[in-house]
DNA sequence: GAATATAGTTTAGAGTCTAAACTATATTTA
DNA sequence: TAAATATAGTTTAGACTCTAAACTATATTC
């Protein structure tokens, strides 16, 4: 009845949770506050907002205008409307909270291995909890199917058509699609 | 600079606490009282008290304590104080809360495959991470190195003496220990 | 151009969270 | 054995979080 590996999942993601309380606390923030200066230090360019928080989080944008309110006013995110669509609010870290999410991802992001098959292990777990479940987007570039990788080394979103750099296909995006499996 | 595998972790568990926080929802419950009866629908006889629970979810024991009284008052959760020990009071599921804990755990515990090289790499990512921040405990005791198989095919709990049956040493015990690596 | 969709804000009210002080029981130490 | 200490849990006050729902503003679709 009860499956070995989705015990290990549960207390995998409960000590998670209690890390970024421990995390959160020794920098003077709330747990949900270090949540959003983590994901904002590794999204990317077409993710940095208040929807994208919230559908990464799983909360209310009612709910995550009010956290970034309160960190805007405590220094640690700008705001800056996007020219492009001006509904958009883009959300950038500060020098200060750079710094914080740093220390928070020291503690969230240990060496854990390059351990090729705990990495495809991962992966395909996820891969199946976010088709079973209708999940879409939220994970690297370099893993969506819209990203090519062209002749002068560089990449290419399918979607937005914009270049990426090697750096840029490692960061979380919102539009993020697996590769459909045959 | 940014590790592959931490970034798979991270969003594998973003999406499982999206995961509770729906499944709260839909159960009409508040999302860590739906942690609370999950962790008590799969842990065994040593570690179901308010203690156990404030180790587990990394939460303080004050807050622990205001929620399973509001548990308890929606007749969520039954208490008993502890006969060989006069402080300790153990908690039990209801009939009712079994039923939410049940229906909670198909969506926490989809079918996530069997696979033999999944199941080592979570446990071992695990491990590793228990080792490397000191945090003891919470496993199940048929990895831990205090159980032992007896000849007669039960098992036995090397620190309580106890006898465990093949379900019991499937639950999460708060003194589980993994076996030292040489 | 009107209808609809999307991004984000605001509000009220219920609830969560923590630290710290507290009660009660158990264990250790002198 | 009595005193000191440790452990399990409760209570309190106050700051903060969370949600639903109504709202503004901009963009897209028909």
Redesign the interface.
């Known amino acids: 009845m009860?499956?070995?590996?989705?015990?290990?999942?549960?207390?995998?993601?409960?000590?998670?949770?209690?890390?970024v309380?421990?995390a959160a606390n020794t920098e003077g923030i709330r747990p949900v506050h270090a949540?959003i200066l983590?994901?904002l230090s590794?999204c990317n360019r077409y993710s940095n907002t208040a929807q994208a928080l919230s559908e990464?989080?799983?909360?209310t944008k009612g709910s995550i205008s009010q956290s970034v309110q309160l960190l805007e006013k405590d220094g640690l995110i700008e705001r800056r409307q996007c020219s492009e669509d001006k509904r958009v609010t883009r959300l950038f870290l500060t020098p200060k909270a750079q710094a914080i999410a740093e220390r928070i991802g020291k503690v969230?992001?240990?060496?854990?291995?390059?351990?090729k098959?705990?990495?495809?292990?991962?992966?395909?777990?996820?891969m199946?909890?976010?088709l079973?479940?209708q999940?879409k987007g939220?994970?690297?570039c370099q893993t969506c199917r819209y990203n090519s990788l062209l002749s002068d080394g560089t990449f290419q979103c399918g979607l937005t058509g914009e270049s990426l750099s090697s750096d840029e296909v490692?960061?979380?995006c919102r539009e993020h699609e697996f590769q459909v499996r045959s």
């Open positions: 009860i499956n070995d590996i989705n015990i290990w999942l549960e207390r995998l993601t409960s000590l998670y949770n209690s890390q309380r421990h949540e983590q994901y590794i990464y989080l799983g909360q969230l992001m240990p060496n854990l291995g390059e351990a098959e705990a990495n495809n292990a991962l992966k395909s777990l996820l199946d909890w976010q079973t479940n999940h939220f994970g690297q490692k960061l979380l």
